[in-house]
């Protein structure tokens, strides 16, 4: 997650919610009925026209991202995709999007792989609901994997469509396995076998450390729900919606994130840790052999196949605790959504359903291994067809009912933001989490109902 909103986001929020005109753009149809003669109606041609597009992303990804406005365009004549390039977010976590919405002068889609922030701006009413849209295009609910569906509505109305998601897996060095005794074809499903794996595969010499067997807290172990998902955690009240972080579940698992702090001490392996690359450098643990194992996504196999194309290495789901979730991740997930006041709805409704077809994602799935939205698989993803074993496992825990996008609240930002902070208070001070997710929870209840 990045950095929270500002308090000029929610002020500029307030604004919005108070502007009556913004509705003005349902009314827009370019299928229209006409009445005939006799009474009755019949739909006219559909003519096309303009929508006006926001994407966060560059280089390779914005290539393909044009690459798709132009087949719509083909494929719909009449239609003209005017597309704006902002980042970061699409305009979500900077307050872009929200001015342009209280302005009176929003785009009519967005793309973002913030789906936490979109969620929020749906609470507050800064989204048109897509309900009727869809009707019209005949969406059926049972196309899509059920794991999405909560996303997808607040309050029973449908405000944002995913285009497609990522997954976190475990990801293991086969040699590293071998060298130590473990047996690569059974990798550790529960939290002890994990703990066990990792002291077998941990080396360390007088001049400190040569391998981690495993570091909880890097890579996607680093998102502050994750793990916490993994425990059982659910952070919200489903039926109520407050706040939940005075939960057991968290305080099991910051005080299993402590014990590897405190058995290898966390300074030390903080200088150790300091040095690393990101996933798409060759400087990597994982890559250079000095992490045995890893929570990282589904695209993270590419990374491998670029800058360590020999490591042998295999995926598994990501280990749970007794009272966990078996199969479980949290959701990295690309949303769409038309804001409140878009001038042309059912244009963009029709770019969405459009765009998030396994079809035309397919060179995106084909390169990253992230998943489709929907239940029936497509012949244009390879993965599929070449039974390849990595997206065998993305697969299985992508359709878990047990993975999920936690935190769907107005104030998931805050709340990642405080979890990061209690979770280096646990592991470099030692704390107690008990207190501090006490207080957490008043913390962020406090700044949910401001917003209400």
Known sequence: MKKGWTTLVGIML????????????????????????????????????????????????????????????????GYKINATYVPPDGG????????????????????????????????????EPLDDYLAALNFQESDVLSSFLPLMKYKDK?????????????????????????????????????????????????????RLGFIPWIDAGDDSFLWGWVFGANYVDEATGA?????????TMYNWMNKYAQKYNPEKIKSFTSGFGGAFSPDHPFFTGKVAMTVNGNWFANALKIYAPDTEYRVAAIPYPEGGREKATTFGTNVFMIPKGAKNPQNAMKFI????????????????????????PSDAIKWDKENDQVYKVVREVAASPNSGHPALTPVAKEMSNELILLRDSVIYNNKDPKPLLENAEKKIQAALDKKK
């Not at 739909?43 to 991202?65: F, H, I, Q, R």
């Not at 706040?243 to 305080?251: G, M």
């Not at 390169?367 to 929907?374: F, G, L």
């Open 92 to 127: 979500l976590t900077n307050g872009k999007l929200v001015s342009a919405i209280s302005g009176k002068n929003p785009p009519d889609v967005v793309i973002s792989s913030e789906y936490a922030s979109a969620y929020s701006l749906a609470a507050q009413g800064a989204l």
């Open 14 to 77: 307030s604004l919005m919610l108070v502007i009556t005109a913004c509705s003005s753009g349902s009314d827009q149809k370019n299928t229209a009925e006409k009445d005939n003669s006799d009474g009755s109606s019949a739909a006219t041609t559909d003519n096309g026209g303009e929508l006006n597009y926001w994407y966060p992303w560059g280089g390779d990804s914005e290539k393909w991202d044009k690459w798709r406005m132009g087949e719509f365009e083909t494929k719909n004549p």
């Open 158 to 210: 449908t405000y944002l469509y995913p285009q497609d998601s990522n997954v976190n897996l475990l990801y293991y060095n086969v040699a590293m396995f071998r060298e130590a005794g473990l047996d690569p074809d059974n990798p550790p499903q529960t939290i002890e076998e994990l703990d066990a794996a990792a002291e077998k595969l941990t080396k360390i010499s007088d001049s400190g450390f040569d």
């Open 353 to 376: 359903m459009f765009a998030g077809q396994p079809e035309i994602l397919a060179d995106n799935i084909n390169t990253w291994r992230s998943i489709s939205i929907y239940t029936k």
């Open 243 to 251: 706040i939940k972080l005075n939960d057991d579940h968290l305080v």
